[in-house]
């Protein structure tokens, strides 16, 4: 019997063994020199046999792994179509899952430490004040039109700003059937009640809502005050305004007309309020406006006033002793000359109060104007919320419209407008990251094209892999929505990017392995996509593992956005894993049909042109069609598909190899490469050293829109908020009076903190209930002293203040006794330090919350319990004053000014912080409130959750790579680069000028992530070669470059539509950062990993005992049993066996034009004896053998070897007994050969075995022939 192999073009005739030996070149290179990457049992066999010396618990666990990846991707490849339409099936299924998405903007949920002391607080106010307390605020900044300072202290820029803010307080919205207008949302200041229906009509209808403005100071702030229907007075008449309004006037008119009512009451009210003239005596902007009053200062001079004279010291409202707005408050950008007086101002503020959506619905829950509408908190909300947005909609279009705002700025600004910007700026930009998808999907094509053989091309595979992990991305969300993460800013703008980064990253490793391993195909076809797995697969598993581990770790950081980030990404990681080790290689096997069946890639029904090949034939002879020839024997389990000739190309794989592998092992370049790699560690500490804390606001809102423009003007030229000092329950306030004066003093020492034209602080609850009571002892004593009032009783000729007094003095505060009148007399009730009688301390509350109402809602103190309601009637003889409840819970309000940075807010927390603690220390619970401490107290923070989260993320990598490698030192090198990598970016940061806030804090975490996926396949890919640190380097190189490239070009490409974002914060903080990352990724990856690994690598996972840079030629195994085949009909020479894969796949490519093409395999002619020669040589090393076998009574066995897997083939021949016919072996040029013969005896025959299959996970197949005496 004869067969012969031809080469089909050049005419050359030779033998099969030419295709076997020129096909095993390719194969056993990987075997040799990647022993653990392509079969680690071979490796840790070599071992065992004292072949080799290595890391065998490394070596054990990657054993087991490549068994059950192996067999995955043969199920996967078997049922491929099965897989691939469950798995979309179910990644579908989880797609539904994003209609439940939710996202979280409240600044609150997102950045309170959960379980910190902010959130403890924070809980505590919404427990006790309730959802939705408190007040808003609706902001109105004018500025100069040309930006270049000028100043507004002018008639003209003063009277722009009151039809600015008048135009703001007409703003109406039609909702529910109802108009709703400026006082009916506002806050406005309490008046007593007087139980008379039309005086309290009248009272209800005056008083105007608060309003902070520097038009306070003139005449014309009484234009904002309304009403917007004049009041009608009985017997004065109608038509009263603020702008005619002189109360303590019209006070006097009143009791001409001898009314039944309590005047002095009414009186006394006033005086404490401060509410005297009104603005009937401010001067007038316009003295020639008709409506300007003749009592104005100004009005016969006809001129306009002093105005920087007038700002000076702040304004003052309608009730002066609680309405002082200070000078910082209303003016801005002030420059004042030497006696204090203010010559230039550049910004004018005003500031309308609005009710919480909690007040507004408290407010109007019980009248008839709601009584049909199901009345809600929500729909309070949404009342709310429509009107802001008027308001900002109605001053720009009243800017735009009047000739006179054209030499001014007006920019509104209100809490609505805030909270859009920021639920935009969560929102998932669809076109986005659509285009970016779009973008990787048309250079994974291009990327993967082969224009030489169509064929080969994997252009269809990687269009396909992007969509498979695009759609897997969208999966992974769905699932994390359905179990209730919710989706925040970071998340929406970061996570589909970073998912999609990391998967396709992989997924180009498995491309890349299956197109190397389409050369090697010396396998059977149904352990094609097993084998790719087997390789690639661990390396997969292990950054994955990696990657979500870290996540996880991360999702300790008690920081809900972050949180929420850490726990996505690590699910997403997951998901990403189980696409691309069952999804994605079903899609492979059908690839591998495609090129099997020899179609165009993206074009299957085009059959391609075979180019060039060497190719097996079998010549006629004594055997019969469709049987293979024994000389092909090591084939028989598989399709054995030949190199193919091609065209040399230009590949990142060749251009690792031939050229950067070897220019980057140069000693002057490590020495290059090592000093840029320190000089860079050393400019990133310096870049970190200049991040600072903080984000402006002014970066999260585009630019050309109002609201960016009035957070320029507030930062530059206010920085206003304000705050709350609150103090809690469990402590007793009667008793400890003095410690909460000081407490309130202690406030003056925080620099920010507006004070008082002296220098104090604004009075508070307590101060004013004192005055209050004071007010009353007085007037008492006053009575008592002239007959008015005794122990005993008052007389008709008692004021209502010294009844008030008596009543309150009869207190003793148990509810068992609750009157004693021998009090009076015997206990005051303020004591000459300034104590509230304690005893009592609760009856009075009651008494001054209901009739000092005025004082009580001006001093914003939000008591709780709310004290309980007692009028004071002096004509009840009725004693019994009701007892509120113990407090437990009060506020001290405080106006906070130039905190336009984020540094200024922060030292101003940590002072507050610092007062808190020590009177907290002192025995009264305390704590600070207000929007900066719900902002920006996280900054306080931020460093360390972020550097114990980067901490836990490389930890719990070093701890992955430790158990998976078992080398604490291929570890120690990981986490150090990974560590380096998040340095050097931390100092981009700093050089792009880029704070330091929650968003470049998660992405300094998913750094780590990234930074995996450009380290560990490095990594793996040096562990698992052999030899010297430089080959093993050059070796990793060559083997992983080009996914790690293909995968960051990838990513670059799905961030690049950030670029085009309107939000400059988008840009600059995702975009810049974002691409910085990818490139420290590749340079740190790509170049300084390698470079360090060549010089402090750790040592690989199988280093020969002989020190050779390959592994010894193992020890060939038993074949396998081979079924017996039917005779075919003239065969006299025995049963044939034919091979498992002859049917199916083999037909196929006998029926196409192949691109592969098929070997024809003849049966063998006797059954396999189950006797096998278990060890026939120790062989030299760093060798490819080609065996020669030739069985007599003695076996001889002559092996042809050489040292170079990739060098070119060429032929020789050798001959084993004098019957044997000559039998020509593929070797290699330039190799030295070693004959070795080994005698032994065999009673019937003896089958030699040379390894030919890398698969650890089957049964080796290998070559043998038998010959018999003389029967050749």
Not at 1123 to 1144: I, K, L, Y
Not at 1203 to 1208: H, L, P
């Amino acid at each position: 019997m004869h067969s012969h192999a031809a080469v089909e073009k050049s005419g050359n005739k030779p033998t099969p063994q030419d295709a076997y030996a020129a096909l095993s070149n390719a194969v056993d290179c990987d075997l040799l020199t990647r022993t653990s990457w392509t079969d680690a049992r071979l490796a840790l066999h070599q071992i065992k046999k004292g072949k080799a010396s290595g890391n065998k618990a490394a070596l054990w666990l990657r054993t087991k792994l490549q068994w059950h990846l192996f067999h995955l991707g043969r199920f996967v490849q078997r049922h491929a179509g099965k897989v691939l339409f469950v798995g979309l099936l179910v990644l579908s299924t989880f797609c539904v899952g994003l209609k439940s998405a939710s996202i979280q903007t409240d600044v609150e949920k997102l950045w309170v430490e959960e379980g910190g002391r902010l959130e403890k607080e924070l809980a505590y106010m919404r427990r006790t004040l309730g959802e939705g307390a408190g007040s808003t605020h609706q902001i109105l900044i004018q500025t100069p039109s040309n930006g270049q300072g000028g100043s507004l202290l002018s008639r003209d820029a003063l009277l722009a700003h009151l039809r600015a803010v008048h135009a703001a307080t007409k703003v109406t919205v039609e909702m529910f059937d109802t108009t709703w207008r400026l006082k009916d949302l506002c806050y406005s200041p309490s008046f007593p009640s007087f139980d008379i229906q039309y005086i309290d009509q009248i009272f209800e209808n005056i008083f105007p809502c608060a309003i902070i403005t520097p038009l306070d100071c003139f005449w014309e702030g009484s234009k904002l005050l309304g009403p917007d229907f004049p009041v009608t007075v009985p017997m004065l008449g109608s038509g009263i305004r603020w702008t005619n309004l002189h109360p303590q006037r019209l006070l006097e008119s009143m009791k001409s007309f001898n009314f039944n009512f309590p005047f002095d009451t009414l009186d006394d009210f006033m005086k404490r309020a401060g509410i005297t003239s009104a603005y009937q005596e401010k001067p007038c902007l316009d003295p020639t406006d008709p409506e300007c009053p003749l009592s104005a200062p100004n009005k016969n001079l006809t001129q306009s006033p002093d105005i920087g004279a007038e700002l000076t010291g702040g304004c003052y409202g309608f009730a002066t002793k609680f309405m002082h707005w200070p000078e910082d408050l209303v003016v801005g950008g002030t420059k004042k000359n030497k006696t204090g007086h203010i010559v230039k101002a550049e910004a004018l503020q005003s500031i309308l109060q609005l009710m919480g959506e909690k007040d507004m619905y408290e407010y109007w829950s019980q009248t008839y104007r709601v009584h049909n509408l199901e009345w809600s908190q929500e729909k309070a909300a949404d009342i709310l919320h429509a009107w802001q947005r008027k308001f900002t909609q109605e001053v720009l279009r009243h800017a735009a419209s009047f000739n006179e705002t054209k030499n001014y700025k007006i920019h509104p600004f209100s809490s609505a407008s805030l909270a859009n910007i920021m639920t935009e700026f969560s929102e998932l930009s669809i076109v986005r990251v659509a285009v970016g998808y779009i973008l990787m999907l048309i250079y994974a094509g291009v990327s993967l094209v082969n224009w030489a053989n169509p064929v080969r091309s994997q252009s269809g595979l990687g269009i396909a892999g992007v969509l498979l992990v695009a759609i897997t991305v969208a999966a992974g969300l769905g699932f994390c929505a359905l179990i209730g993460i919710v989706f925040n800013a970071s998340t929406t703008q970061i996570v589909p990017f970073l998912a999609l980064g990391l998967g396709v990253d992989n997924m180009f490793l498995l491309t890349h392995t299956y197109a190397q391993s389409w050369d090697q195909q010396y396998r059977r076809y149904g352990d094609h996509t097993g084998e790719i797995l087997k390789r690639s697969g661990v390396s997969i598993l292990l950054s994955s593992v990696s990657n979500a581990c870290a996540f996880f770790a991360a999702a300790i950081i008690p920081i809900p956005a972050l949180r929420a980030f850490s726990l996505q990404a690590g699910i997403l990681v997951l998901f990403n894993l189980a696409t691309l080790l069952l999804v994605f290689p079903a899609i492979m096997s059908l690839d591998m049909k495609r090129r099997v069946a020899n179609r165009v890639d993206l074009l299957c029904c085009l059959a391609g042109k075979a180019p060039v090949t060497i190719s097996s034939t079998v010549q006629p002879g004594n055997v019969e069609d469709g049987e293979a020839d024994p000389a092909l024997d090591p084939l028989i389990h598989g399709v054995a598909p030949t190199p193919t000739v091609e065209c040399q190309t230009w590949t990142l794989s060749k251009f690792a190899r031939h050229s950067y592998g070897r220019l980057l092992l140069k000693t002057p370049v490590k020495v290059l490469g090592m000093v840029a790699f320190i000089v860079l560690l050393a400019a990133s500490v310096w870049g970190m050293s200049k991040v600072k804390n903080g984000l402006d606001l002014t970066d999260i809102v585009p630019h050309q829109t109002s609201e960016y423009s009035f957070l320029a003007a507030h930062d530059k030229y206010f920085g206003f908020y304000n705050m709350y000092a609150v103090t809690q329950g469990n402590f007793e306030y009667p008793n400890n009076q003095r410690l909460l004066y000081e407490y309130h003093d202690a406030f003056t020492r925080v620099s920010t903190i507006i004070k008082n034209d002296d220098g104090g602080l604004p009075e508070f609850w307590l101060s004013l209930f004192r005055d209050w009571l004071i007010g009353l002892q007085r007037a008492f004593d006053r009575d008592q002293a002239s007959g008015c009032i005794n122990q005993e009783r008052w007389f008709a000729n008692a004021s209502d203040d010294a009844i008030l007094a008596y009543k309150l003095l009869v207190q003793t505060g148990h509810v068992d006794n609750p009157i004693d009148k021998s009090l009076v007399g015997q206990v005051r009730l303020v004591d000459g330090d300034g104590i509230i009688n304690p005893k009592a301390f609760y009856n009075y509350l009651t008494a001054w919350v209901t009739n000092d109402a005025l004082a009580y809602s001006a001093s914003q103190t939000s008591l709780r319990p709310q004290p309980r309601q007692w009028y004071h009637n002096a004509g009840d003889v009725e004693l019994k004053i009701p007892k509120s409840q113990p407090i437990i819970y009060a506020q001290l309000p405080f106006y906070l000014n130039n905190l336009g940075s984020t540094e200024d807010i922060t030292d101003m927390i940590e002072q507050v912080r610092g007062i808190c603690k020590k009177f907290e220390d002192r025995g009264l619970p305390n704590f600070p409130a207000g929007i900066p401490f719900t902002f920006w107290e996280q900054y306080l923070k931020l460093r360390f959750f972020l550097f114990l989260a980067l901490a836990c993320v490389l930890v719990a990598i070093f701890l992955v790579l430790c158990v998976s490698l078992m080398s604490i030192w291929a570890a120690t090198v990981a986490v150090f680069v990974l560590a380096a990598m998040v340095l050097e970016l931390f100092g981009v940061m700093g050089l792009l000028g880029i704070k330091l806030s929650a968003a470049p804090a998660v992405i300094l975490i998913m750094a780590v992530g990234v930074g995996v996926d450009f380290t560990i396949h490095i990594l793996v890919g040096f562990v698992t070669s052999i030899g010297a640190r430089n080959r093993r380097t050059q070796m990793s190189l060559e083997l992983m470059m080009a996914p790690v490239v293909h995968g960051a070009i990838s990513t670059l490409l799905s961030i690049v539509m950030l670029a085009f974002s309107d939000f400059d914060f988008i840009v600059k903080y995702f975009f810049y950062v974002l691409s910085a990352l990818v490139l420290l990724g590749l340079v740190n990856g790509l170049f300084f990993l390698p470079i360090l690994l060549s010089i402090v690598g750790p040592p690989a996972e199988v280093i020969p005992a002989n020190g050779e840079d390959r592994i010894a030629t193992p020890t060939p195994m038993p074949s396998p049993c081979m079924e017996r085949c039917s005779r075919r009909g003239g065969d006299s020479s025995g049963a044939g066996f034919r091979s498992q894969s002859e049917s199916g796949i083999n037909g196929n490519n006998n029926n196409n034009n192949n691109n592969n093409p098929s070997v024809t395999y003849v049966p063998r002619r006797l059954r396999g004896s189950d006797l096998s020669l278990t060890t026939i040589t120790e062989e030299p090393p760093s060798w490819t053998s080609s065996h020669e076998i030739v069985v007599q009574p003695e076996v001889v066995v002559e092996t042809t070897t050489g040292s170079d897997c990739n060098s070119s083939s060429s032929s020789s021949s050798s001959s084993s007994g004098g019957s044997s016919p000559p039998m020509s072996v593929t070797t290699t040029h330039g190799r030295q050969h070693f004959t070795t013969k080994v005698t032994a005896t065999a009673k019937v025959k003896v089958e030699v075995h040379a390894p030919i299959s890398h698969s650890s996970m089957e049964p080796s197949y290998y070559k043998h022939r038998r010959r018999r005496d003389g029967g050749q």
